[in-house]
């Protein structure tokens, strides 16, 4: 397994179109989050799956944002509506269930909206 | 309510010390995490602690003090790739297992 993989990679939009990214995470984990980061902050939490189950959301997410991991395995992040406020990176990430449990993300889908 | 606080920047010399300092107040607690990010890149993994003390892994240490709020990351022998952003993370299982993050600590070493 070569990691956590997202895609595309990069994104330019136009404001009012909706956008896609899909997150393939390790194989055997078994968590999976979606974040948000922009320039000189912290990753945002936005969502997190157990298996194909979506336990929580952010207060911060808009209705215009939707996740789905429909079989427990890949997941997609959709945004509605785009505005240049979402311009940002996405980054996904998945943990396994052991103690410790550490994020390993992927190398994320920067969006930026025109 | 969720509040991580670490300092925005700091500086050090190659071959020195540095300490970063994160105090954090969320609604649970289950763990903190230290993840390292190279500009332009994702955040990898440090460190882990779950109970008070220090934990060492090799150049790098990790302390906590749950009855403070606290952690400190501590860098030994700094080496000019050890300039990144440094970000403190907690782990609160309050309606799941989510991971909150700090804005991170960028850590400029120089020559």
């Known amino acids: 397994d070569t990691g956590v993989s997202q895609d595309p990679r990069h994104k330019i939009t136009k404001r009012g179109q909706n956008v896609t990214f899909r997150c393939d995470p390790i194989?055997?984990?078994?968590?999976l989050y979606w974040y948000r980061q922009t320039l000189g902050q912290g990753p945002e939490f936005l969502t997190y799956?157990?298996?194909?189950?979506?336990?929580?959301k952010s207060r911060l997410l808009s209705d215009r944002f939707s996740a789905e991991r429909p079989k427990g395995s890949f997941s997609t992040l959709e945004i509605q509506r785009t505005e240049q406020g979402d311009s940002a990176m996405y980054l996904c990430?998945?943990?396994?269930?052991?103690?410790?449990?550490?994020?390993?993300f992927g190398e994320g889908s920067r969006l930026t909206v025109l | 309510g969720q509040n991580i606080d670490q300092p925005t920047e700091m500086t050090a010399t190659e071959g020195a010390i540095v300490q970063i300092n994160c105090t954090y107040q969320t609604s649970g607690f289950n763990g903190l995490f230290w993840y390292q990010q190279h500009a332009g890149e994702a955040p990898t993994f440090l460190s882990y602690n779950v109970l008070d003390g220090l934990e060492e892994k090799g150049r790098f240490s990790s302390f906590l003090s749950r009855s403070k709020g606290y952690s400190y990351l501590l860098l030994k022998e700094l080496q000019m790739k050890d300039s990144a952003s440094y970000l403190c993370a907690v782990r609160d299982p309050t309606g799941g297992f989510k991971t909150i993050f700090g804005a991170g600590t960028r850590l400029f070493v120089k020559a």
């Open positions: 799956f157990q298996n194909e189950a979506q336990l929580e």
């Open positions: 990430a998945s943990s396994s269930g052991t103690s410790s449990g550490e994020l390993f």
């Open positions: 194989s055997e984990h078994n968590r």
